[in-house]
């Protein structure tokens, strides 16, 4: 069955603590991307990578930091420096066909809380 | 930077009725995606527009990309409560090579 699964769904960290969420995929895709929900709000981009060793910052990058050291594979670290880490995960990845515009995939997601 | 707004934010409907949500960018888009995220869901990509003034049909849903490639719509013809969800736009520019996404429209239908 091919996918995308992120793990744990839900998280509980302390304040002042790093947490990693993991993003694995078996589609064979290039490209997978981290993006940030919060209630009622869309979707905001924290990283993402079009080839294994690479990755670029989103819109809001700050107190994350990520590896790409397999293409099925996007841990996500949020770190203590993340101001406001309570929020909904959620990891995606596409294809990239020639274009480089194509539709993502999305996994379940990791709710994660900070007390 | 790149900003994409839909509106309504929130629209509750009557089983039957129809719906619309509008989304439109301060920039022109090369493409456009929509996606539907159930309550407690991910997002799934429902369809993508990439030509001028493109309509595309999915059974009860209509999409439109406007001409200017700077907004389009989703349209559903008598909804039904399995349409409950919220519906985001996501458009990619000519240069970038990630997709902004729309605020989205939170969709609740009831009998």
């Known amino acids: 069955d091919g996918g995308i699964t992120q793990s744990p769904k839900y998280l509980f960290r302390k304040e002042g603590q790093n947490v990693t969420l993991s993003c694995e995929q078996n589609?064979?895709?290039?490209?997978m991307y981290w993006y940030r929900q919060d209630p009622g709000q869309g979707l905001r981009l924290i990283y993402y990578?079009?080839?294994?060793?690479?990755?670029q910052k989103g819109d809001i990058a700050e107190g994350y930091s990520v590896s790409r050291e397999k293409k099925e594979s996007f841990p996500l670290t949020v770190t203590s420096a993340q101001k406001n880490p309570t929020a909904f995960y959620l990891c995606a990845s596409s294809p990239l066909r020639p274009g480089g515009e194509d539709e993502q995939f999305f996994g379940p997601g990791t709710r994660l809380t900070v007390l | 930077g790149q900003q994409v707004m839909q509106i309504p934010q929130y629209q509750h409907v009557q089983e039957g009725e129809d719906f619309t949500t509008y989304c439109n960018s301060s920039?022109?888009?090369?493409?456009i995606q929509w996606y539907k995220q159930r309550p407690g869901g991910h997002p799934v990509f429902l369809i993508q527009l990439v030509k001028s003034g493109e309509v595309k049909k999915q059974k009860r849903l209509t999409f439109q990309f406007g001409e200017a490639k700077k907004n389009s719509s989703l349209h559903i013809t008598a909804t039904q409560t399995t349409d409950v969800g919220t519906y985001f736009c996501a458009g990619f520019t000519g240069t970038a090579s990630k997709l902004t996404f729309g605020t989205g429209t939170r969709l609740q239908v009831t009998l």
């Open positions: 990578s079009q080839i294994v060793n690479d990755f």
């Open positions: 589609l064979n895709h290039d490209a």
């Open positions: 920039t022109t888009l090369s493409n």
